[in-house]
């Protein structure tokens, strides 16, 4: 699986969207963009994935870019519930001995404050 | 539905005792994945099942094993614990519908095992 760099950590106002970047410069072809968070102690929550379009659903939408070497996540109004660390993960769909293999980074921390 | 189930939810062991944590998938999905997440770091891949078989193995001693049973649960147990083996154990279920592509794993709330 392709390596992603993220920030440490991020800060967001109540209301206000959230932009996480991910980077993810040697992704190939075949690979997925996964995001999932985490809240204190829970087990992660998946988000969103994408492969090549834009996607959006009830909770986030991920952008990437042209040559998929990076995207971002948009909570677009974010509350202090989405207070979290959020983990961007490049998964291959090719199976072999690495399927079923997410490898999580050390992740966002997103605060959202009042 | 309920989701990915698993029990306990937590767990104290002296070092050198054995362990033995289970996952309930969500109903329809045959394949599961444990993940072990220390303090402070990302979930690490232990095994993935898919039929009763193991289909991937991460980095992890031969102390660590596991099983799936026909109605796709499963079990991680852990020999002759450690104290690094202190952590939150997570297992993932996916569909697996199709095998060898990729597919969503949805996460349950974990086991939280201490060592001392």
């Known amino acids: 699986d392709a390596k992603t760099t993220q920030p440490t950590s991020m800060d967001c106002a109540e209301g206000r969207a959230a932009n996480l970047p991910c980077n993810h410069s040697t992704i190939s072809g075949n690979e997925y963009v996964y995001w999932y968070r985490q809240i204190h102690s829970q087990g992660p929550q998946y988000i969103i994935h994408?492969?090549?379009n834009n996607e959006t659903n009830e909770m986030a939408s991920l952008i990437i870019t042209e040559d998929r070497k990076s995207s971002t996540l948009i909570l677009p109004h974010a509350t202090l519930r989405d207070t979290a660390v959020y983990y961007c993960?490049?998964?291959?769909?090719?199976?072999?001995?690495?399927?079923?293999?997410?490898?999580f980074g050390q992740g966002t921390i997103l605060t959202v404050h009042p | 539905d309920a989701g990915v189930t698993q029990s306990p939810t937590h767990l104290i062991k002296t070092r050198g005792q054995q362990v033995t944590l289970r996952c309930s998938p969500i109903?329809?999905?045959?394949?599961v994945s444990w993940y072990q997440q220390v303090l402070g770091q990302g979930p690490q891949f232990i095994f993935q099942y898919y039929e009763k078989e193991e289909r991937g193995r991460g980095n992890f001693p031969d102390r660590f094993s596991a099983r799936q049973f026909p109605n796709y649960s499963s079990e991680l147990n852990v020999n002759a614990l450690l104290l690094g083996d202190s952590a939150l154990y997570l297992c993932?279920?996916?569909?697996?519908?199709?095998?060898?592509?990729?597919?969503?794993?949805?996460f349950g709330p974990g086991t939280r095992l201490l060592v001392l």
């Open positions: 994408g492969l090549k």
């Open positions: 109903s329809g999905h045959k394949s």
């Open positions: 993960i490049a998964s291959s769909n090719a199976g072999g001995t690495s399927y079923g293999k997410l490898t």
């Open positions: 993932a279920s996916s569909s697996g519908l199709v095998w060898k592509v990729q597919e969503t794993q949805y």
